[in-house]
């Protein structure tokens, strides 16, 4: 397959598209929710964890979809939870492969709206990046994805659906009879893909409750960084409901500057967002909150803004991830000079703080977020016949 082929049918089983009236879909469900789902379709109560607990292996364990292969469920139970339910994933329409590994799919979500999901590998680990919304309302400048408008929030099982997706492509479901294979290609999740997660707070945790089961895709909730722009208000419920670990979209040193770069600083301000990072339950030596700095030339990366950024975090178990900007087309800003980027690092460094300077990934296939799903649309209104009105 050629590094920019889009994903085929062969290559990768697409599931169908569950629509509003019909079956109702167990993926993103929570445990309590499915049981009460099979419940209602005449499940006796005796029975409904047990059953549960065998669905949910299947779908998350094991990576199954057809009722018909589970197994230890009775023939007439099978034609039951088939004549209710589905086992559905979002649709993959396009597929690439950059020369790093990194693998980049737009997906397709109810109501035909698209997102972009990214795996990246990395020695002896593999993360995914997942998006919670489609588009962003934050409108963050250097953010290609701000450069959409936000069409709606992404279900639990929609979110969840991603991790499946990626599982499959990776083919990192467990073989029947085969010794089990502890070794993990998708070894963590970070939710920093389109959209901000804490605009859709619950389904993004159920959604990485049902990644966290231990029964399941069992990741440990230091494997998963859910990253926000700053929604002070969400912060501390972040830790206490979901747990995970805590990334901010910092990128600005003064209220003026990420006013401009990230313009929910106007809601609230550096001060207010460090207030509540100080008093993050979970913040410690071994559980850090990551600062993501974009590198931007000329706007934000002088010796100034290095010491000023050291001074504002002190107090706070970080480090600084140091982002070089990903241009993309029309970008109004230019990426850091590599000397530029080193000099900042070790401002940082030198004050106490881990500073690592993030390799681009995927540059040969449009990694920048939201930059697969503007080509899709550039290319279906280029492709749309001249007698048709846009709606």
């Not at 049918?9 to 599931?15: A, E, F, G, I, R």
């Not at 901010?248 to 001060?271: E, G, M, Q, Y």
């Not at 990366?301 to 982002?323: E, F, Q, T």
Request: contains cysteine; glycine residues 6%; hydrophobic residues 40%.
């Amino acid at each position: 397959m050629s590094a920019t082929a889009p994903i085929t049918q062969d290559v990768l089983t697409l599931p169908r598209k569950l629509s509003d009236e019909g079956p109702v879909n167990l993926v993103g469900l929570t445990r309590d929710a499915m049981q009460a789902a099979l419940i209602a379709v005449g499940t006796p109560e005796r029975q409904a964890r047990m059953r549960t607990s065998q669905i949910w292996a299947w779908i998350y364990e094991r990576g199954v979809r057809d009722f018909d292969q589970m197994t230890n469920l009775a023939k007439p139970y099978r034609a039951l939870l088939a004549e209710h339910f589905a086992v559905g994933l979002p649709q993959v329409v396009e597929r690439h492969v950059s020369a790093d590994g990194t693998r980049k799919y737009l997906v397709r979500i109810t109501g035909g709206h698209e997102v972009e999901t990214v795996y990246i590998p990395d020695e002896g680990r593999g993360t995914l990046c997942i998006s919670s919304q489609v588009g962003c309302t934050l409108t963050c400048s250097f953010c290609h994805t701000g450069t959409q408008r936000l069409v709606r929030n992404l279900t639990a099982g929609e979110i969840v659906g991603q991790i499946l997706l990626a599982r499959d492509d990776l083919d990192e479901w467990p073989v029947p009879g085969a010794p089990k294979d502890e070794t993990r290609l998708l070894s963590n999740i970070v939710l920093m893909g389109m959209g901000e997660p804490l605009y859709n707070f619950e389904a993004v945790r159920d959604a990485m409750k049902i990644a966290m089961d231990p029964e399941g895709i069992s990741l440990s909730r230091r494997r998963i960084t859910l990253s926000t722009s700053g929604v002070v208000p969400e912060i501390a419920r972040t830790a206490e409901e979901i747990g995970c670990l805590l990334a901010v979209s910092f990128h600005a040193t003064t209220d003026a500057v990420r006013d401009k770069l990230v313009p929910i600083n106007k809601k609230w301000n550096i001060a207010t967002l460090l207030d509540a990072l100080r008093s993050y339950p979970n913040a410690s030596n071994s559980e850090r909150i990551t600062f993501e700095y974009v590198m931007l030339k000329d706007v934000n990366d002088s010796d100034d803004d290095a010491r000023r950024l050291v001074d504002l975090i002190h107090g706070i178990p970080a480090k600084i991830n140091l982002i070089p900007f990903n241009e993309w087309p029309g970008a109004p800003y230019q990426r850091s000079s590599n000397n530029r980027i080193r000099a900042f690092a070790d401002i940082i460094y030198k004050a106490g703080y881990a500073s690592p300077i993030r390799t681009p990934r995927g540059e040969d296939i449009m990694a920048a977020c939201g930059q697969l799903k503007s080509e899709s649309e550039r290319i279906r209104k280029v492709r749309k016949p001249a007698g048709d009105i846009a709606v």
